[in-house]
Nanobody, 125 residues
Framework: QVQLVESGGGLVQAGGSLRLSCATS????????MGWFRRAPGKEREFVAA????????SYASSVKGRFTISRDNAKNTVYLQMNSLRPEDTAVYYC??????????????????WGQGTQVTVSS
């Protein structure tokens, strides 16, 4: 089992940047593919980005591709989400998640086995 703790959220103006971190503890993070999801007010939780256990492959939602970058440092048991050119529609609670099935990267909420508590990102216009 793995525990996930997100940090780095906050309030930023449109066009600004934030970097989210997800620290993992328990079983080593390199045993999992990792993903970032978000839930905006009144909406369902949605996929943002994912990265394989090795960091060798990534996947992004079309709404963030080219603006967000997911990365990981397995030595530090940490996954990152660099968010640039933020827009008001990026406002949401952001969650990191771990998938223990090391096959293809998956983009659905139900595929992920462990979740953090979330961190709020608010983008003002």
């Amino acid at each position: 089992q793995v525990q996930l703790v997100e940090s780095g959220g906050g309030l930023v103006q449109a066009g600004g940047s934030l970097r989210l971190s997800c620290a993992t503890s328990g079983r080593t993070s390199s045993s999992y593919h990792m993903g970032w999801f978000r839930r905006a007010p009144g909406k369902e939780r949605e996929f943002v980005a994912a990265i394989t256990w090795s960091g060798g492959s990534t996947s992004y939602a079309s709404s963030v591709k080219g603006r967000f970058t997911i990365s990981r440092d397995n030595a530090k048991n940490t996954v990152y989400l660099q968010m640039n050119s933020l827009r008001p529609e990026d406002t949401a609670v952001y969650y990191c998640a771990a998938d223990r099935d090391l096959g293809v990267l998956r983009r659905t909420v139900s595929a992920y086995h462990y979740w953090g508590q979330g961190t709020q990102v608010t983008v003002s216009s």
